[in-house]
C-alpha cells in the first residue's frame, strides 16, 4: 500500500497502488489500486497522444436490486438503471430514457451498474456501439456515438460561473457515465 505494484502469486503484476484509506493515517488500512489492465491503456495513450481519452454516453445511473428488477419485470437482478439523461449529450441523441435498464454495452453484459463506467470509458470516442436496453418490458438495441468524457482542465473552463453543485448533487456525479 506504499504505491507499488500488486503481485499474483505466478509474480505478475495485476494493479498499481494508488491510495490508502487508514483511520491512523499511518500504512495499515484499505488499499485501492488501479488494474495493470488500465494502467497500461493510460501509458500507451500518454505515449501515443500526450493525453487520455474516455469514452462518455451522459447517462446518470443506479443499481439495479431484486426489487427493481421485479417492478420492470425483469428474470434478475443486473444492468444498470438510467435515472438521468445528459441534454445533447450522446444517449439522449440515441434515444436512450430515463427508465432504461441498461443490460449489454457492445456486446459486453452490464451485470451491475458499477460495470457501465468501465466498458464505457475504455470505449474509444467517436465510435459506433449498440446499446442493449431493458424498456417497457421488451429488450432494445439502441445504436450510439460514444462521446469523449472532457479533461479536468476542460470541464473546469466548461463550468466556469456556474453555481457549484449542492453535496448531494456531487454525490450523484459519481454515477455519470
Partial sequence: NSGGPQVNMRGEVV??????????GGFMGLSFAIPIDVAMDVQQQLRQYGRVSRGRIGVVIQEVSRELAESFGLPKAAGALVNGVEKGGPAEKAGIESGDIILRFDSKEVAASSDLPRIVGNTKPGSKSSIEVWRKGAQR??????????????????????PKPQP??????LGLV
Fill in 15 to 24: 494493479g498499481i497502488n494508488s491510495q490508502i484509506y487508514s483511520r491512523t
Fill in 141 to 162: 438495441d439502441v445504436p450510439v456515438t460514444v462521446g469523449e468524457l472532457p479533461d479536468d482542465r476542460l470541464a473546469a473552463l466548461q463550468n466556469r460561473g456556474r
Fill in 168 to 173: 448531494e448533487v456531487a454525490a450523484n456525479r
